[in-house]
């Protein structure tokens, strides 16, 4: 290579293969919202229109698919034990599109208060609260797992 062609390959503009050999690495170990690979690619340095090109091309070809990112995230906390206004505002953070995360939300082949009752279940056991103050703290238990105030009251009772 000659001095003209070094100069131009800057390490801080990597080119529009390098961008494209980065984002397969990334996607060959998970999904990716749209937004989160393109950001992942920025921070590595790689130029807005680099990255754009090269996810809009991984679009294209099907590589990367916000619908399959939400599918794959959904059941793999649905796994964890998290409830749905969780999984739907990390979504959100990711960047899928309102429509796609309703759609994903809609269809997926879950049962909320299920879920609810296992969780619960798992942490305190078979039994009832016996104070408001447990009540409180079972409550804000499922809370923070991301079910919604609605589930929560349908499935906990509070005995005294």
């Known amino acids: 290579m000659n001095e003209k062609q070094t ?26 919202s749209v937004f989160e690979l393109s950001r992942k690619l920025r921070k590595k340095g790689h130029t807005p229109a680099h990255c754009d090109r090269v996810v809009e ?4 070809e099907n590589l990367l698919s916000d619908r399959r990112f939400a599918e794959t995230y959904l059941y793999a906390k649905i796994r964890k034990g998290l409830g749905p206004v969780r999984i739907r505002h990390a979504l959100d953070e990711a960047g899928v599109d309102k429509d796609v995360i309703d759609d994903v939300m809609n269809n997926a082949d879950v049962q909320w208060t299920e879920q609810l009752r296992t969780q ?18 079972r409550a804000r238990y499922l809370n923070n797992r991301g079910f919604s105030s609605e589930q929560i009251q349908a499935v906990l009772e509070f005995t005294n």
């Open 7 to 32: 100069d131009s390959m800057e390490p801080e503009d990597p080119g529009e293969s390098d961008c494209r050999r980065q984002a397969l690495k990334y996607l060959a170990r998970r999904e990716y």
């Open 57 to 60: 091309d991984l679009v294209r």
């Open 120 to 137: 619960l279940v798992k942490k305190y056991g078979d039994t009832a609260p016996g104070t408001y103050k447990e009540w409180v703290k």
